[in-house]
T-cell receptor
């Protein structure tokens, strides 16, 4: 049961252009969403998050958009840099209540390659 | 450096054996999570502890168990190991465990031969 899906296994962009990574979810109980970046042989690194009461959150070059009606979120990186090349995971959290309280459900990840 | 420390970094062991993975959370974090990442798989949630108590459970096998100690460090015990248990095991910690970002350690790479 894949409750969080990243349908694009990979994305390739030119340095300086925008990278858009997409994520869909099926569980309407999710109310907090996060993006993580992961380099090989390292743990995931937190990038940015958004609560379900918002539709946009920005942090420097990173912006996350949330469309609750479509159960869709996206991460925009502008401008993209070669150092952004990594695997990006979206994750969702349900919040208080229920047996899955506290659990982060991850998508399968998207490999981003930024070419110089 | 996320502040979450996992030991050991690498572990090679034989089938049928038992291993213990250790995690020290960030200072001040009360919640600890364990995740498994097998080859070509995403991060699969195993279990979460909050201030010493089990808070949430994922698809954790009965051969696996975990606990969080009074000093908040956590251990994941894997027993009767099978080849399919070979994976990266990540520990993460967060302040409250709900609607807050979790910070991950570098992982323990377990190889069962």
């Amino acid at each position: 049961d894949q409750q969080v899906k990243q349908n694009s296994p990979s994305l390739s962009v030119q340095e300086g252009r925008i990278s858009i990574l997409n994520c869909d979810y099926t569980n309407s109980m999710f109310d907090y969403f996060l993006w993580y970046k992961k380099y090989p042989a390292e743990g995931p690194t937190f990038l940015i998050s958004i609560s379900s009461i918002k539709d946009k959150n920005e942090d420097g070059r990173f912006t996350v958009f949330l469309n609750k009606s479509a159960k869709h979120l996206s991460l925009h990186i502008v401008p993209s840099q070669p150092g952004d090349s990594a695997v990006y995971f979206c994750a969702a959290n349900r919040g208080a209540g229920g047996t899955s309280y506290g659990k982060l459900t991850f998508g399968q990840g998207t490999i981003l390659t930024v070419h110089p | 450096d996320s502040g979450v420390t996992q030991t050991p970094k690498h572990l090679i062991t034989a089938t049928g054996q038992r291993v213990t993975l250790r995690c020290s959370p960030r200072s001040g974090d009360l919640s600890v999570y364990w995740y498994q990442q097998s080859l070509d798989q995403g991060l699969q949630f195993l279990i979460q502890y909050y201030n010493g108590e089990e808070r949430a459970k994922g698809n954790i096998l009965e051969r696996f168990s975990a606990q969080q100690f009074p000093d908040l460090h956590s251990e994941l015990n894997l027993s009767s190991l099978e080849l399919g248990d070979s994976a990266l095991y990540f520990c993460a910690s967060s302040v409250t465990g709900v609607n807050t970002e979790a910070f991950f350690g570098q992982g323990t790479r377990l190889t069962v031969v």
